[in-house]
Structures are given as C-alpha cells and as structure tokens.
C-alpha cells in the first residue's frame, strides 16, 4: 500500500453545519489501480455565522460573526475528515466541533448573551463519472447530522433589572446530493470545488454547502490548499430555529497513507 503525507491548507470556517469539510484535493487517474487509497485530513473551524438562532421561550435573534471576527467569539474548536477511495468509488466522513458566544441587542431596551455548541458531521460516497489523467468529476449521495445546543441570557437593564435564561437543543440528519471536481494545472497547482444541496424538508427545509479552491504540491507526499466555503442550514421544529449561513476561507493538515 502506498503512504504519502499531504499538508493542506485550507483557511477556515462551520460552524456549523453541516456537512460537514471539505475533503483534500486529490486528482484520480484514469486508470485506475486495484488497490484502496486513504486520507485524514485535520483544519481549523473559522468560518463566521449570520442567521437567526432561537430557542423557546426567546424569540429568534439575528447573529452576525464575520469571520474575520471569529477568533473573538470561538470557545474552542475541531475538525477532521477522512476519505477512502478505490477505482471510481470514494466514501468519505466528515466532522466538526464548535463553541461560540456572543451578544446580541434585539431592541434598545434588552442585551442577549448566546453560547452555542454544535457538532456535526457527514457520511458521504462518491463515484466518479469523468475522469482523465489531470481531471476527475465525482457524483456524491449522503447524510449530515447536526447536534445543536444553544444558551441564551436575555438581560432588560431597564428597572426592575431582569435576567431570564432559557436553553434548547435539537439533533437532525439532513440528506443530500451533489457534484465534486478536481482538476490538475501544471505540476503542482490544482483547482477544486464542491457543492451539495439537500434537506428537502426531511429534517431541514433547506441544507446546502459550496466549496472552492486551490492546491499547491510541495513534493509527492505535501500539499498546500486554501479554499472558501460556504454552509447553509435553514431548520426550525417548535421554538427551536437555527437559520443560518457559514462561511470563511479554510486551512489544514491531510496526511495519505
């Protein structure tokens, strides 16, 4: 079997959502050999949340964290992705943990502090329906769960002072299908791109993500890659509303084996 380690950038952000990352670029030949190839990727979750978050009991509040201000706001964070392939077929998981706070002021008059910790991840698998020696085009079916827990304060400073704190959390799988190209410019340079859609009101009425980007190979074994990405997630079931959009460049670590 062969081994190769593969560094990857990729400039991060999920939260949420979704499906979860992106697997590395990684161009498939045309002919294709009989034997299994295998990769883990690890990156960091940077990317910023807007949308609109609410559990019962607090009416849904509008979250805006640019990913430029993410760094301010994340508790803690971790991704990881790992993808086997053999001939035209891939099947690949995907994970991510997040914890982010915030504050938020829906009228003049009120303050609310949210902490939100998700974890979601994806199972997906591929076939690769064109593919040369510098270009592949995958075909992709799977399912991303989402793990959502979320606390919100709201604070009327107003007298008579009032604090009132209500939590929820929710679990869902949203299914989903999409397209994954890659394709080789010149020796070292590779280009890159995703996109999934789903939910279908299964879970969520809507679910999609899109990613793209660039791959720079440093040897056989090393590549460098930064891409942006995009999650969108729009899921409501009684009081409990997470309506929001991810996105943000990534950057990461892939080792092959």
Same mark, same amino acid.
């Given at each position: 079997?062969?081994?190769?380690?593969?560094?990857?950038?990729?400039?991060?952000?999920?939260?949420?959502?979704?499906?979860?990352?992106?697997?590395?670029?990684?161009?498939?030949?045309?002919?294709?050999?009989?034997?299994?190839?295998?990769?883990?990727?690890?990156?960091?979750?940077?990317?910023?949340?807007?949308?609109?978050?609410?559990?019962?009991?607090?009416?849904?509040?509008?979250?805006?964290?640019?990913?430029?201000?993410?760094?301010d706001n994340l508790d803690g964070?971790?991704?990881?992705?790992?993808?086997?392939?053999?001939?035209?077929?891939?099947?690949?998981?995907?994970?991510?943990?997040?914890?982010?706070?915030?504050?938020?002021?829906?009228?003049?008059? *009120?303050?609310?502090?949210l902490t939100e910790n998700q974890?979601?991840?994806?199972?997906?698998?591929?076939?690769?329906?064109?593919?040369?020696?510098?270009?592949?085009?995958?075909?992709?079916?799977?399912?991303?769960?989402?793990?959502?827990?979320?606390?919100?304060?709201?604070?009327?400073?107003?007298?008579?002072?009032?604090?009132?704190?209500?939590?929820?959390?929710?679990?869902?799988?949203?299914?989903?299908?999409?397209?994954?190209?890659?394709?080789?410019?010149?020796?070292?340079?590779?280009?890159?791109? *995703?996109?999934?859609?789903?939910?279908?009101?299964?879970?969520?009425?809507?679910?999609?993500?899109?990613?793209?980007?660039?791959?720079?190979?440093?040897?056989?074994?090393? *590549?460098?890659?930064?891409?942006?990405?995009?999650?969108?997630?729009?899921?409501?079931?009684?009081?409990?509303?997470?309506?929001?959009?991810?996105?943000?460049?990534?950057?990461?670590?892939?080792?092959?084996?």
């Open positions: 079997m062969k081994s190769c380690l593969t560094l990857l950038a990729l400039s991060a952000l999920a939260v949420h959502a979704g499906e979860p990352a992106a697997t590395p670029p990684q161009i498939t030949p045309a002919s294709h050999d009989s034997g299994w190839e295998f990769s883990v990727a690890l990156y960091a979750p940077l990317m910023g949340l807007e949308g609109d978050i609410g559990v019962a009991g607090i009416a849904p509040s509008h979250v805006d964290i640019g990913f430029d201000d993410i760094l964070g971790l991704s990881g992705a790992f993808e086997a392939r053999k001939d035209r077929w891939s099947i690949a998981v995907d994970a991510i943990w997040m914890k982010v706070s915030t504050a938020v002021n829906p009228v003049a008059s *009120s303050y609310i502090g974890i979601t991840a994806s199972l997906t698998a591929g076939y690769e329906i064109y593919g040369n020696e510098s270009t592949s085009l995958d075909f992709v079916v799977g399912a991303a769960l989402s793990s959502i827990d979320v606390d919100m304060d709201l604070f009327t400073p107003n007298l008579p002072v009032t604090v009132r704190s209500v939590s929820g959390s929710q679990e869902w799988i949203d299914p989903f299908v999409g397209l994954r190209f890659q394709t080789q410019l010149g020796d070292r340079w590779t280009f890159f791109a *995703s996109g999934n859609y789903g939910g279908f009101d299964v879970s969520s009425e809507e679910y999609w993500q899109a990613i793209a980007g660039i791959g720079f190979r440093l040897n056989e074994c090393t *590549s460098l890659a930064l891409a942006y990405r995009i999650i969108s997630v729009d899921y409501q079931q009684g009081g409990f509303v997470y309506d929001v959009e991810s996105s943000g460049p990534n950057i990461g670590l892939v080792v092959r084996f």
